[in-house]
């Protein structure tokens, strides 16, 4: 097997005792991240990748992560 430091890690942590369980998640690049707003002036919510979204509301929560490719 060839050697990548993901790869290396796991044998440094198999030395010790430890073992692999599962995965924890996944690293992507090129996320953009994705908010919800309240519009006011429109009694309603709507989602964009802005954090300001152009004044046209108020930030609530940060969604998550959405792919840019």
């Known amino acids: 097997m060839d050697y990548t430091p ?5 044998l440094l ?11 924890a998640g996944f ?7 994705a908010y919800s707003f309240y519009s006011e002036s ?3 919510h709507f989602a964009a990748n ?5 004044h046209l509301g ?6 998550g992560y959405d792919l840019t490719e």
């Open 6 to 10: 993901y790869r290396g890690l796991l």
């Open 13 to 23: 942590c198999e030395d010790q005792g430890y073992q692999k369980s599962r995965t």
């Open 27 to 33: 690293v992507y690049s090129g996320l953009r991240p």
């Open 42 to 44: 429109g009694k309603s």
């Open 50 to 54: 802005r954090p300001d979204c152009e």
């Open 58 to 63: 108020k930030q609530e929560a940060l969604l």
